[in-house]
């Protein structure tokens, strides 16, 4: 049950090419990857006025990533990250944008 401006998606975010960075950044471009893969294909950059663009806000600063993805990322190490996670995204009217693990059923 969706509520009212609420837009939510399972995205898988592939991460295949973090491997080609070298071993100790992996993790932390990782990260970075999966915040502008959201962005992108949740329309981020519609959701920034005027105000935003002229104090600098990029659209990946409207993307909050839960502890939970974090610790997928990490849970291998600085040097192992996945090659490709799946992650439930929730786009709420005001803009912001959560990314958390998908619930199991």
């Known amino acids: ?4 401006g609420m ?3 399972i995205i898988v975010v592939p991460l295949k090419k973090i491997r080609d960075v070298p071993r100790t950044s ?4 990782a990260i970075k990857e999966i915040r ?5 294909h949740m329309k981020a950059r519609d959701s920034l006025d005027d105000e935003d ?3 600098g ?6 993307v909050w990533i839960d502890a939970k993805v974090n610790e997928a990322i ?3 190490g600085r040097e192992k990250p996945p090659v490709k996670i799946t992650v439930k995204v929730v786009k709420f009217e005001d803009g912001l944008i959560e990314v958390s693990l998908p619930e199991e059923a």
């Open 1 to 4: 049950m969706a509520e009212e």
């Open 7 to 9: 837009e939510k998606r």
């Open 26 to 29: 992996r993790a932390n471009l």
């Open 36 to 40: 502008r893969h959201v962005a992108k």
């Open 53 to 55: 663009i002229e104090k």
């Open 57 to 62: 806000v990029k659209p990946e600063d409207k």
């Open 74 to 76: 990490w849970a291998r």
